[in-house]
């Protein structure tokens, strides 16, 4: 046993010693290269935005209602002014029957504006589906936005009151870029 220890030591040291005897400059290098591909890959985006990124799965403080999807920000050649695209998908992930309690996956995006210096959050848009084991895709654009955020909710079959509302998640900021 104690023959065992000490040859696992021995291989754990000289694989340790290797690896410090290599060149910092190539592992700095190679860390940039990787750093600047991911860089290249969320600010570019694979569709011609200038800032694209996937986002979720967000979910209902129950985890019974989940939301992802997509955001693609588009400027204009003097950076003044931008267009936000938000794409998702929205899932019931309720089974339960109505006499049984379930609801309605809803999910609903906050969208602050340049310029709206009294920190003032408008309703985007908000979405709802009912048929639990499915999706809803949905999709919307808004212009001038600095920041855009979601929360995902259940609602009941016959009412707009959302209940068991997760977080207010991050989708966007103006700053982030």
Not at 7 to 20: D, K, P, R, Y
Not at 88 to 114: E, P, W
Request: some cysteine.
């Amino acid at each position: 046993m104690m023959k065992k220890l000490a040859t696992g030591l021995l291989a754990l040291a000289a694989t340790g010693a290797v690896a410090l005897a290599a060149p910092a400059t190539a592992s700095a290098a190679t860390t940039a290269t990787a750093s600047a591909a991911t860089t290249a890959t969320v600010t570019a985006g694979p569709s011609g935005y200038d800032y694209s990124d996937y986002w979720g799965s967000y979910y209902s403080s129950n985890h019974k209602a989940k939301a992802r999807g997509w955001i693609g920000v588009e400027w204009d050649k003097h950076q003044k002014r931008n267009t936000v695209r938000v794409k998702g998908s929205l899932y019931d992930l309720d089974h339960r029957t109505y006499k049984q309690g379930g609801k309605c996956a809803y999910v609903k995006f906050g969208v602050h504006h340049f310029g709206d210096n009294g920190g003032q959050w408008y309703d985007g848009k908000s979405y709802t589906y009912c048929g639990a084991g499915g999706a809803k895709q949905f999709q919307f654009s808004k212009n001038r936005v600095d920041s855009v955020r979601v929360k995902v909710c259940q609602v009941p079959l016959h009412s707009s009151y959302p209940t068991k509302c997760g977080d207010w998640e991050y989708l966007y900021t103006a700053e982030s870029e």
